[in-house]
């Protein structure tokens, strides 16, 4: 099929591009067109050393192909570096693919600070300072498609993943905010649940499924988000082995206890059955819809809800 999703004349930074999926987004986009800021620390799994030659080696590649690329080697706790290389060398930044990631998986008992600490600064962190420092960019120039990598992880939970469950589903609530905060400056903003074969999955996978589930499989998805014309934003998909599926958070019609007539714990236990009741389930898309409920059950209309 033709090439219709095109990105010629824009600037796009891929994280943790020097593996795994980054490279693959990266390679992508470059041969679409895009000007591509291949960043990758270059370090472990484990967030242990760093080096350039991961990052290099993807922009030989993209080079080696008629491509347009730049490596940087800042891990994205120094957003603002890596959003200056696509600056220095390219004159703006596009669409940011918050991609970059390690795991330090333990169970809750036996994780310690620092296994918590790293994979908040690199998940968290790292995507906060990278989006924060290309938002005044893509809010002047009106343009801007941003993607961040959360986890099936993060959404169902995973034993001995509690420092990382809890940075990707933070990333959703990220996305869902800068959703928000981007719609009048047309900056879209998506998160992707993936499912690849990768150094960060071989240990967990045989290897027969560590090598059909390529990352390539990933990749489609997250260029059709940060295309021209994608107007979704907010969104959350699963995405792996050829099969894309959006996310929205579903909840009970609940039970409604007397406000004014107070009620107990004993009220709540007797009415268990109908607060999880998932028929005629509602899907609230907004903080605003959620509130619904509350204020009618205390008698108030609130303008604008
Ligand atoms: P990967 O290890 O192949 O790639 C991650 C890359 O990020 C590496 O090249 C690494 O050097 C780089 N990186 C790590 N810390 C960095 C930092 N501080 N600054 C810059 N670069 C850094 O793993 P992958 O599977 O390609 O993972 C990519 C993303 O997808 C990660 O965020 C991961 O959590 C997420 N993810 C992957 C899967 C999967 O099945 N592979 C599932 C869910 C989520």
Same mark, same amino acid.
């Given at each position: 099929?033709?090439?219709?999703?095109?990105?010629?004349?824009?600037?796009?930074?891929?994280?943790?591009?020097?593996?795994?999926?980054?490279? *693959?987004?990266?390679? #992508?986009?470059?041969?679409?067109?895009?000007?591509?800021? $291949?960043?990758?620390?270059?370090?472990?799994?484990?967030? #242990? @050393?760093?080096?350039?030659?991961?990052? /290099?080696?993807?922009?030989?590649?993209?080079?080696?192909?008629?491509?347009?690329?730049?490596?940087?080697?800042?891990?994205?706790?120094?957003?603002?570096?890596?959003?200056?290389?696509?600056?220095?060398?390219?004159?703006?930044?596009? $669409?940011?693919?918050? !991609?970059?990631?390690?795991?330090?998986?333990?169970?809750?008992?036996?994780?310690?600070?620092?296994?918590?600490?790293? &994979?908040?600064?690199?998940?968290?962190?790292?995507?906060?300072?990278?989006?924060?420092?290309?938002?005044?960019?893509?809010?002047?120039?009106?343009?801007?498609?941003?993607?961040?990598?959360?986890?099936?992880?993060? &959404?169902?939970?995973? =034993?001995?993943?509690?420092?990382? *469950?809890?940075?990707?589903?933070?990333?959703?609530?990220?996305?869902?905010?800068?959703?928000?905060? @981007?719609?009048?400056?047309?900056?879209? $903003?998506?998160?992707?649940?993936? +499912?690849?074969?990768?150094?960060?999955?071989?240990?967990?996978?045989? %290897? #027969?499924?560590?090598?059909?589930?390529?990352?390539?499989?990933?990749?489609?998805?997250?260029?059709?988000?940060?295309?021209? /014309?994608?107007?979704? *934003?907010?969104?959350?998909?699963? +995405?792996?082995?050829?099969? &894309?599926?959006?996310?929205?958070?579903?909840?009970?019609?609940?039970?409604?206890? !007397? %406000? *004014?007539?107070?009620?107990?714990? #004993?009220? $709540?236990? /007797?009415?268990? /059955?109908?607060?999880?009741?998932?028929?005629?389930?509602?899907? %609230?898309?907004?903080?605003?819809?959620?509130?619904? %409920?509350? =204020?009618?059950?205390?008698?108030?209309? &609130?303008?604008?809800?």
């Amino acid at each position: 099929m033709a090439d219709t999703l095109k990105f010629e004349d824009r600037v796009v930074v891929v994280t943790g591009a020097g593996a795994g999926l980054g490279r *693959s987004h990266a390679l #992508e986009f470059a041969r679409r067109g895009a000007k591509v800021v $291949v960043n990758d620390l270059g370090g472990s799994t484990h967030g #242990e @050393g760093k080096g350039s030659e991961a990052a /290099d080696k993807v922009v030989a590649e993209i080079t080696a192909m008629g491509g347009q690329a730049v490596a940087n080697y800042d891990s994205v706790e120094d957003g603002d570096a890596i959003i200056q290389t696509a600056i220095d060398n390219f004159d703006r930044v596009d $669409v940011v693919v918050n !991609n970059a990631g390690i795991l330090r998986d333990t169970s809750f008992a036996k994780m310690t600070d620092q296994d918590w600490d790293l &994979i908040y600064r690199v998940h968290v962190l790292g995507a906060y300072k990278v989006s924060k420092a290309a938002w005044p960019y893509m809010q002047e120039q009106e343009y801007g498609r941003i993607i961040n990598t959360s986890s099936a992880a993060g &959404i169902y939970g995973n =034993f001995g993943q509690a420092n990382y *469950s809890t940075a990707k589903l933070g990333l959703f609530g990220l996305t869902q905010t800068l959703a928000i905060e @981007g719609a009048k400056k047309n900056i879209k $903003v998506n998160a992707i649940a993936p +499912v690849a074969g990768s150094r960060m999955t071989e240990t967990i996978l045989p %290897p #027969e499924v560590v090598k059909a589930l390529k990352p390539e499989f990933i990749t489609p998805l997250v260029v059709k988000l940060c295309a021209e /014309d994608n107007k979704e *934003s907010g969104g959350l998909y699963e +995405v792996g082995a050829g099969w &894309i599926s959006k996310l929205q958070w579903e909840r009970t019609q609940g039970a409604k206890f !007397n %406000p *004014s007539e107070g009620f107990s714990a #004993e009220d $709540v236990a /007797d009415n268990w /059955d109908q607060i999880c009741d998932f028929t005629d389930a509602e899907k %609230p898309k907004t903080a605003n819809d959620s509130f619904v %409920p509350v =204020f009618t059950n205390l008698g108030i209309k &609130i303008p604008g809800m």
